[in-house]
């Protein structure tokens, strides 16, 4: 098979891999056939985190099911199924309280795309092993284009846990989103309003960012070093430590703030500021595994449309190039063989 490597700062290059097989009955072979960057791929393609090529990239898609252990008994071959990014059993006692992303039958940070607790493969290659099928693989419901849905394995789904349990707390709340990651600052303003937000508020430096937030009905905020307006809800989707500490600054009292970001190194945070204005903080690897399936529904119910974000869709052909163009969220698709 053809699997798209992680060489070094902007190098990407597909290589013949041997096929993935069946080792276990609980497993499934499956071929990606829309494969999204998640904004941590754009960070690792550019060099900016401390993950060592080689490896295989890629942690967000959907696919289509090639293959099945004897054990397999929900997933069926030719399904159409998100690939959530983390490798989970679904039956031990983290599985089953939620927390999928801290399963305790895989070794811990167990993911596709990075050799994080393993080698699993990466999402953008031809064919990707399921240790756990019925567990992990969630159906793209009809009606739901596969394209625009890569993102549920990972960024769109990390988008609404994020935004979606504080304001379960504050129904109706107004959420700040503090922009700069790269296309899951959209995806949080989108599930901010699928969440029921009263009004959202977007902060970034970009301007094609805040043009595409004031599409979607968030008030966009050019940022500069002014203090930002007081939210009860705040999201940092900034990935950057000194917008952390502004998002964090601008909880109003008893609200709370989630980073959607991943920071490699120890980061200051504002605690004076946090204890004055009794702020609760939360940030986490994302456990989707319980929430693909309320993404999916929302988006075929057309309360989310995720397909705003997506620009660019490819094939394998020219999917290094676009995976290193500026392109906020390319697809790269395959077509499928099993129907
Ligand atoms: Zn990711
Ligand atoms: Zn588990």
């Known amino acids: 098979m053809k699997a798209l490597i992680y060489e070094g700062p902007e190098q990407l290059a597909w290589q013949e891999r041997p096929d993935p097989r069946i080792e276990g009955a609980s497993e499934a072979i499956v071929r990606p056939i829309a494969s999204a960057p998640c904004d941590l791929d754009r ?108 993102a549920a394995s990972d960024n769109l789904t990390d988008a609404w846990i994020a935004v979606s349990a504080p304001l379960a707390k504050r129904p109706g709340a107004a959420v700040l989103v503090v922009g700069g990651a790269g296309g899951i600052s959209l995806y949080c303003v989108q599930t901010a309003f699928a969440a029921g937000a009263s009004r959202v508020t977007y902060v970034d430096r970009n301007d094609e960012r805040l043009a595409m937030a004031a599409t979607f009905g968030a008030t966009p905020i050019k940022r500069d070093d002014s203090r930002l307006p007081e939210h009860d809800v705040v999201i940092d989707a900034s990935a950057h430590p000194a917008e952390l500490a502004r998002a964090l600054r601008a909880v109003a009292p008893g609200g709370e703030c989630v980073s959607v970001g991943v920071y490699f190194l120890d980061v200051a945070i504002p605690i004076l500021d946090m204890y004055a204005n009794d702020v609760s903080f939360r940030i986490g690897r994302p456990s989707v595994g319980p929430n693909i399936e309320k993404v999916l529904e929302l988006v075929r119910a057309r309360t989310l449309d995720p397909s705003k974000v997506t620009q660019r869709i490819v094939g394998e052909d020219d999917a290094i190039e676009a995976l290193r163009s500026r392109a906020m969220k390319p697809v790269v698709t395959r077509p499928r063989i099993t129907r």
């Open 43 to 150: 960070a690792i393609i550019q060099g900016r985190t401390p993950l060592f090529p080689p490896f295989e990239i890629g942690h967000e898609c959907v696919a289509e099911v090639i293959a099945i252990g004897e054990g397999v008994v929900r997933t069926k071959v030719g399904e159409v199924v998100v690939v959530p990014w983390s490798i989970h059993c679904g039956s031990c006692g983290r599985c089953r309280r939620g927390l999928t992303a801290s399963c305790e039958n895989v070794t811990p940070r167990a993911m596709y795309g990075t050799q994080l607790g393993g080698d699993f493969g990466g999402l953008f290659s031809e064919l990707v092993r399921v240790p756990y099928a019925d567990a992990m693989l969630v159906p793209v419901p009809d009606g739901v284009d596969p394209i625009h849905v890569a």
